[in-house]
T-cell receptor
């Protein structure tokens, strides 16, 4: 039951350019969407979130866009930096749990 | 900075044995969670816990699993009669406000069932 889908398992982006990570969801009842970042051998860490009543949230280099009609959200990282290389999980929150996508591995190339 | 801590970092066990994974959530948090990630797969919700009881659990969280907050600081996940397919990274998480969505995760406990 893939309620949250990240269709790109990996993405490579040149340092300094924009990284765009995409996510689709199927349940229109989700209240909140989040992006988590995960380095090897560490737990996921929260990056940025967006309420379902908004369409954009920005925090420094990170911007999340939500398109409710398309049930799609995206994370923009600009400019991309080497430390951004990690696995990024899209997640959706409803009731008392967070449901994660499978993740996208982002490689920032020098 | 406060953090969620988990022990052990890695446990190897024989199939059929019982395993207890321990977590110390952030001290002022009230909501606790267990997630797991089988190698190469997504992070999956197992259970959420609030006010000393389970508030929600997934289909994965069957009678083989149980959670407990035995002493007000630890939050444990017990897996009875482990199976090969229980091999995974188990992540504990906590939050202070449900619905705000931000969970703080521990570094995970890797369980290997032989």
């Amino acid at each position: 039951d893939q309620q949250v889908k990240q269709n790109s398992p990996s993405l490579s982006v040149q340092e300094g350019r924009i990284s765009i990570l995409n996510c689709d969801y199927t349940n229109s009842m989700f209240d909140y969407f989040l992006w988590y970042k995960k380095y090897p051998a560490e737990g996921p860490t929260f990056l940025i979130s967006i309420s379902s009543i908004k369409d954009k949230n920005e925090d420094g280099r990170f911007t999340v866009f939500l398109n409710k009609s398309a049930k799609h959200l995206s994370l923009h990282i600009v400019p991309s930096q080497p430390g951004d290389s990690a696995v990024y999980f899209c997640a959706a929150f409803r009731d008392d749990k967070i449901i994660f996508g499978k993740g996208t591995r982002l490689h920032i190339l020098p | 900075e406060p953090e969620v801590t988990q022990t052990p970092s890695h446990q190897v066990t024989q199939m059929g044995q019982e395993v207890i994974l321990r977590c110390v959530p952030i001290s002022n948090h009230l909501y606790f969670y267990w997630y797991r990630q089988i190698l190469g797969q997504k992070v999956e919700f197992l259970v959420s816990f609030y006010n000393n009881e389970i508030s929600e659990k997934s289909e994965i969280f069957d009678d083989q699993f149980s959670v407990e907050r035995p002493d007000g600081s630890n939050f444990t996940l017990k897996i009875r009669s482990t199976k090969l397919e229980d091999s995974a990274m188990y992540f504990c998480a906590s939050s202070d406000i449900p619905g705000a969505g931000e969970l703080f995760f521990g570094e995970g406990s890797r369980l290997t069932v032989l």
